[in-house]
């Protein structure tokens, strides 16, 4: 009933921007933390950034001063912009939240992920 979906991803240069956005669509439930994870090839997924119900940022260190964590909890949307893009951030990248229904229930989600390639 709670899905989240992501868009943004394509093809750059290096050097070049993009900004991912995730949605969260459903009824009866509420968000409180979301993150963004990527997965390179023939790589493990990791962690790139999370951000808090408050808005309280964290980042790996491999994205720190490139990317930037935000949500507009409105719309319950995570972005990513991520600028100076590398090669070796291209990756599938996916949409994490953890949720709390009505029911008081904790759940985790995530997105199907969005390819962003970093390629000349």
């Known amino acids: 009933q709670v899905q989240l979906v992501e868009s943004g991803g394509g093809l750059v240069q290096p050097g070049g921007s993009l900004r991912l956005s995730c949605a969260a669509s459903g009824s009866g439930f509420s968000i409180n933390a979301m993150a963004w994870y990527r997965q390179p090839p023939g790589k493990e997924r990791e962690l790139v950034a999370t951000i808090s119900s408050g808005g309280r940022t964290n980042y790996a260190d491999s994205v720190k001063g490139r990317f930037t964590i935000s949500r507009d909890n409105a719309k319950n949307t995570v972005y990513l912009q991520m600028n100076s893009l590398k090669p070796e951030d291209t990756a599938v990248y996916y949409c994490?939240?953890?949720?709390?229904?009505?029911?008081?229930?904790?759940?985790?989600?995530w997105g199907r992920g969005t390819q962003v390639t970093v390629y000349s």
């Open positions: 994490y939240a953890d949720l709390i229904t009505f029911a008081t229930m904790f759940l985790r989600s």
